[in-house]
């Protein structure tokens, strides 16, 4: 394999002995792609009515598919719904591996929202806190999670420190998918290859340990931690499992058996047992190269809350609220608000005071006494709306409606709607006199 550093492929060949023809030989086909689908918005057997291109059933995730298909997914209506989300099996191997996810989860390192989506699906009860500590990728982070509708996420872009500071032993699952050298991706982004050097592994290791040490404090006692990288250096992998036992006292889990079955054990560091951190091949399942661990924090974890109360008042929520049972047939539990913007949130996000992007579900806001409701409100409650105009794929208004034009209303009446394509929300419109003024966003606009 000429394109790959040499030293890189010595360590590679010491690690995987007689296996390493099969790894070297994966660079042959190319990336494995998959999605993962969003069953808080429809179910499996509607997805594979709707959906045209092949997929394939992952063992190890029930949400998680092998797209067979090099096509482009961007233009595809269903996904402008948010019934998918790209991301690799491999990467999809970290989540799938938890036991449950349950409580308050906090994803350190969320963005584009891979982890998140899945952790949010699989524990639908959970109030998961998706965190990006780089500005312009937390913005399509939220873009990700509204476009999913997804009620039980919140969106931050904060520091690690921050989480130990403000919500100190708060979090019963923390995500740590944290930068690394990405020797994983080496078939999928070339780049990497190019920005591989021999140093390149202590540096990440060093940034790890870091993030972990200033993310930690914010884990209950009892948590769980599920710490993931997409390399194979043992410096970022086994040697930061080792550090957790040792300088922390975790306490490495097994992952569910449907994962162990697809992954191969993680090597011995300081004469410990790390097989139940694992690590993904591509020549063991199909997939770009993903490791990871669960591990528990020590001590006794309890289920507390302690509720802020909200920062609207009772005249503003009876507002917003008129507006929600006039167009909706859902009942929304809490709202707050947040510069002018009013959010229907999750209760668990009203127990940690955290400077939220977006505390939930973004409705919308008052102007003039008039309730404005954002894109947000429709990707999420749009299957509650009262006024709905809902377009097949085949239907000429949907190309027309991803293109921001006005279309012709055939089912709605005057009044805000909400555009669904096949009965799943896509986004929303002001219907007035058979017409329906176009309020998907112009950044999301196909043309
Ligand atoms: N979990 C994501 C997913 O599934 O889509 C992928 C996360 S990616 C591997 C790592 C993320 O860590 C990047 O979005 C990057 O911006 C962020 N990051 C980089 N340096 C960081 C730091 N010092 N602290 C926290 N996050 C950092």
Not at 50 to 66: A, D, N, Q
Not at 112 to 135: C, D, S, W, Y
Request: proline content about 6%; aromatic content about 8%; overall charge neutral.
């Amino acid at each position: 394999m000429s394109i790959l550093p040499g030293a890189y492929m010595r360590r590679m060949q010491d690690i995987l002995g007689e296996d390493y023809p099969r790894y070297e030989a994966s660079f042959d086909s190319p990336a494995a792609r998959g999605l993962i689908v969003n069953t808080a918005k429809t179910t499996q057997d509607v997805f594979d009515r709707l959906f045209t291109m092949p997929t394939r059933p992952l063992s190890y995730f029930e949400k998680g598919r092998r797209l067979l298909s090099e096509d482009k997914v961007g233009g595809d209506p269903l996904h402008a719904a948010g019934l998918y989300y790209m991301q690799d099996p491999g990467a999809m191997s970290a989540v799938a591996a938890l036991p449950e996810v349950k409580g308050r989860v906090l994803d350190v390192a969320a963005a584009p929202g891979g982890k998140t989506i899945a952790a949010a699906l699989t524990g639908n009860e959970a109030f998961v806190v998706a965190n990006e500590v780089n500005f312009p990728r937390a913005k399509v982070l939220l873009q990700n999670v509204e476009r999913m509708g997804l009620t039980n996420v919140a969106v931050t872009s904060l520091p690690p420190r921050d989480f130990a500071r403000y919500t100190p032993e708060s979090f019963d699952m923390i995500i740590a998918d944290l930068p690394c050298s990405g020797e994983g991706m080496f078939r999928k982004e070339p780049q990497a290859v190019s920005a591989w050097n021999e140093n390149i592994n202590l540096m990440n290791a060093e940034r790890q340990k870091e993030i972990l040490s200033d993310v930690l404090p914010a884990l209950k006692e009892g948590g769980t931690l599920l710490y993931s990288t997409c390399t194979y250096a043992p410096e970022e992998n086994e040697e930061i499992v080792a550090y957790l036992i040792e300088k922390y006292g975790m306490r490495l889990l097994p992952p569910k058996k449907e994962v162990l079955a697809v992954t191969a054990p993680a090597m011995s560091v300081n004469g410990l047992d790390l097989t139940n951190a694992r690590r993904f091949y591509p020549f063991i399942e199909e997939g770009e190269g993903q490791f990871f661990a669960i591990l528990q924090k020590p001590g006794e974890r309890i289920y507390t809350t302690k509720s802020i109360p909200t920062k609207v008042s009772i005249n503003e929520e009876r507002r917003v609220r008129d507006f929600l049972s006039r167009n909706l047939s859902a009942e929304i539990p809490v709202i707050n608000k947040q510069g002018e913007d009013y959010y229907a949130v999750h209760p668990l996000a009203r127990t940690l005071p955290l400077r939220y992007l977006s505390e939930g579900v973004r409705l919308g806001e008052l102007s003039g006494g008039k309730f404005l409701p954002h894109h947000n409100l429709f990707t999420a409650y749009g299957g509650y709306f009262k006024n709905k105009e809902d377009l097949s794929l085949s239907d000429p208004r949907l190309d027309d409606y991803l293109r921001g034009l006005e279309i012709d209303a055939k089912n709605c009446s005057d009044g805000y709607v909400a555009v669904t394509v096949e009965g799943h929300s896509l986004g929303g419109g002001k219907c007035v006199e058979g017409r329906i003024k176009n309020h998907y966003p112009k950044g999301l606009r196909t043309r």
